[in-house]
C-alpha cells in the first residue's frame, strides 16, 4: 500500500511560479517512477510529467517543456513539481501517481494512466490572467 500527499496548490497569477511536492509512504518509494498528471474542469485527467526511479531520466508534456521541472528526493520520500511562467491554462486539480511497475525509466513509464496504480488526493493549481 502506497500513500501519496500532495501540497504547495494554491492562486497564483499568470506567469507566477509555484513548487508542488508529494509526500510518499509506504512500499519502496525509490524503486518506482513518479508522475504527475492534472484534470481541468470538464476535461479528463492528462499527463504532465514523469520522473524515472533513479531520477536520472524526466519526460514532459509539450505544454510544459521549458516551465515545467519534476524531481524527486529518494532520502526523503518526496517529488516535486516546479512550475514557471503559469498560465490560466495551466488551472486544474493536479496529482501525484505511482508507477505499477518496478525500475522504469522516464520514456518507459510516460503518459498512460492505467500505469500508475496509486494516486494522491490531489492539489488545486489555479491561474489567474
Known amino acids: 500500500q502506497v500513500q501519496l500527499r500532495e501540497s504547495g496548490g494554491g492562486l497564483v497569477q499568470a506567469g507566477g511560479s509555484l513548487r508542488l511536492s508529494c509526500a510518499a509512504s509506504g512500499r519502496s518509494f525509490s524503486a518506482y517512477a513518479m508522475g504527475w498528471f492534472r484534470q481541468a474542469p470538464g476535461k479528463e485527467r492528462e499527463f504532465v510529467a514523469v520522473i524515472s526511479w533513479s531520477g536520472g531520466s524526466t519526460y514532459y508534456t509539450d505544454s510544459v517543456k521549458g516551465r515545467f521541472t519534476i524531481s524527486r528526493d529518494n532520502a526523503k520520500n518526496m517529488v516535486y513539481l516546479q512550475m514557471n511562467s503559469l498560465k490560466p491554462e495551466d488551472t486544474a486539480v493536479y496529482y501525484c501517481?505511482?508507477?505499477?511497475?518496478?525500475?522504469?525509466?522516464?520514456?518507459?513509464?510516460?503518459?498512460?494512466?492505467?500505469?500508475?496504480?496509486?494516486w494522491g488526493q490531489g492539489t488545486q493549481v489555479t491561474v489567474s490572467s
Open positions: 501517481a505511482a508507477d505499477k511497475f518496478h525500475l522504469r525509466t522516464a520514456a518507459q513509464a510516460m503518459g498512460v494512466l492505467s500505469d500508475y496504480d496509486y
